[in-house]
């Protein structure tokens, strides 16, 4: 018995020394083959440390940029290898010149963007992927724009607040959990678009916009820039800046205390006057930087639902909220949030950046307040104008409401003969004492095609005429008048 004990260990010690030569050579040979896959793939490449230790590989043969993933329980042996991509701008660190590879070759990215390749074109989603987007402010109305940009296909994203998750804002933020309570809103962000998006390049910044930081958050010339901040004055010093630097941005106004989805408009800062912190913002900025308008904004028509709570201390008595601010300038007082409010406001906000850098032309309706009874009197000018010139209005082929369409969406309360691109808006209603529409063809009938807004003067002069004579006096008048007829029967379908 004894002697059997001893042959079924020499066996058992045979079987285990057996098993980890077995291993000991495959682990040689694993490493063997990735020093020559190390080999092959840096033949011809420029190597370049990122940030986290990583190594990015460029090709200079395949014009692709690779990441080797090393693995800190095997170090130096080559984990996965992957397509990165993509933005058309320099990665930190790289040699000048040296662009992201197409993010869109990669066939689970192309997956994952297929509706909006189908929707914009292979060719536009490409700019939208090789863009720079910079966000500022990444509470209710940040996090959902950053979101959707993201899940768009941007390339290149840079996160920025200084402000931590509370409790209390869950019930507005994109993606933050009970978990990410206490962590900065920046890095929340990063965390959890990483898992969305991986291949997109997020950079996270806990700071405070101010001017000491403009040229580090600003700098790299981003595609454009989202103002997210609800802080008046960090807000006017980024618009300033922006403008300043020739960069597109978008801000928006004030999302809290309204709850009327179907109000929210994107226009000029200078036609948001119903909102109380774009006429503050607007009157800084005219007053401290001398911009008058030329910056769009995301707002809402609707007037506040609530105003600011009263600040209570922890006495229970109401106290000054200036003595309990750990920033200067910012607001202690809480405004009640309708979580869906903000959340629409970063969407519009990510829809406009998303179409513009894509180049789709999209027309945002104008801010025009008139009711159905300024269009009635535009509309019953129009027919006794075509009694008094044509002897009947039996070719007036519009009603109330396409009067208001042309009125409203395809000359923004303008005379056609008015070349300034400043929006009527809320001034429109006196402009409409000096309108009237009249047949641009007049061998045509009155219909949304073929019916322009001008002044009295205007109108006159333009019945002595002929679309003809206005083609050879006036080829720029002409071209610009027939491109929005044009858009009036693409839309009508005529």
Same mark, same amino acid.
Request: net charge neutral; aromatic share 6%.
């Given at each position: 018995?004894? *002697? ?14 057996? /098993? ?20 092959? #793939? ?21 014009? $692709? +940029?690779?990441?080797?993933?090393? $693995? ?28 992201? /590879?197409?993010?869109?070759? %990669? ?15 292979? *060719? ?72 969305? !998006?991986?291949?997109? +390049?997020?950079?996270? +910044? ?52 309204? =709850? ?7 226009? %000029? ?37 609530? @105003? ?6 922890? &006495?229970?008595?109401? *106290? ?24 629409? !406001? ?11 850098? =894509?180049?789709?032309?999209?027309? &945002? *309706? ?22 008094? $010139? ?25 005379? =056609? ?5 400043? %929006? ?12 009237? #529409?009249? +047949?641009? %063809? @007049? ?12 002044? !009295? ?19 720029? !008048? ?7 007829? @044009? ?8």
């Amino acid at each position: 018995m004894a *002697e059997r004990s001893k042959q079924w260990l020499l066996v058992g010690t045979g079987a285990l020394l057996g /098993s980890l030569s077995t291993v000991a050579l495959i682990n040689l040979l694993s490493r063997w083959a990735g020093k020559r896959q190390v080999k092959r #793939l840096l033949t011809g490449c420029s190597v370049i440390a990122d940030r986290s230790g990583g190594l990015s590989v460029w090709s200079h043969q395949k014009k $692709t +940029r690779n990441e080797i993933f090393l $693995t800190r329980d095997s170090p130096g042996k080559l984990g996965k290898e992957k397509l990165f991509g993509s933005c058309g701008t320099r990665y930190n660190g790289a040699p000048d010149g040296l662009v992201y /590879s197409n993010l869109l070759k %990669d066939e689970v990215v192309s997956e994952q963007l297929t509706r909006n390749i189908q929707f914009f074109g292979m *060719e536009s989603q490409q700019k939208v992927t090789e863009s720079y987007v910079v966000v500022i402010g990444l509470g209710g109305v940040g996090s959902h724009a950053a979101s959707m940009l993201l899940r768009s296909g941007v390339g290149r994203l840079l996160l920025v607040d200084f402000d931590q998750v509370s409790l209390s804002s869950l019930n507005r933020h994109a993606v933050a959990m009970r978990d990410d309570v206490g962590i900065p809103k920046a890095l929340c962000l990063q965390k959890h678009f990483s898992a969305i !998006f991986p291949e997109c +390049r997020i950079e996270a +910044r806990v700071q405070l916009y101010d001017a000491s930081s403009e040229e580090e958050i600003l700098s790299g010339q981003p595609d454009f820039v989202l103002d997210c901040i609800d802080n008046i004055d960090t807000k006017v010093a980024l618009l300033a800046a922006c403008v300043r630097r020739g960069l597109r941005v978008l801000s928006a106004m004030g999302a809290g205390a309204r =709850a009327d989805p179907t109000r929210i408009r994107v226009a %000029d800062l200078r036609e948001s006057s119903i909102d109380p912190l774009s006429r503050s913002v607007r009157h800084r900025l005219r007053k401290d930087y001398g911009i008058e308008g030329g910056i769009p904004v995301v707002f809402s028509l609707e007037k506040p639902k609530v @105003k600011l709570l009263p600040f209570k201390g922890l &006495t229970g008595q109401e *106290e000054n909220p200036s003595d309990y601010q750990i920033v200067p300038g910012f607001r202690v007082r809480i405004i009640p949030v309708l979580g869906t409010i903000p959340a629409i !406001f970063g969407q519009v906000m990510a829809s406009y950046v998303v179409t513009q850098l =894509a180049g789709l032309c999209v027309q &945002t *309706e104008p801010v025009v307040n008139l009711d159905l009874d300024h269009y009635r009197i535009l509309h019953q000018r129009l027919l006794e104008h075509e009694e008094l $010139t044509y002897g009947s209005a039996i070719q007036v082929l519009v009603d109330v409401e396409e009067v208001m369409y042309v009125v409203k969406e395809l000359w923004h309360g303008r005379s =056609a003969r008015d070349h300034s691109k400043k %929006d009527v808006g809320r001034k429109m209603w006196r402009s409409v004492n000096e309108l009237m #529409l009249v +047949r641009w %063809d @007049k061998s045509r009938p009155a219909t949304v095609n073929n019916l322009i807004p001008l002044k !009295f003067t205007e109108a006159e002069a333009h019945e002595s005429t002929t679309v003809d004579r206005i083609k050879e006096e006036e080829p720029e !008048f002409y071209t610009m008048v027939t491109s929005v007829l @044009k858009r009036a029967e693409e839309e009508f379908a005529l």
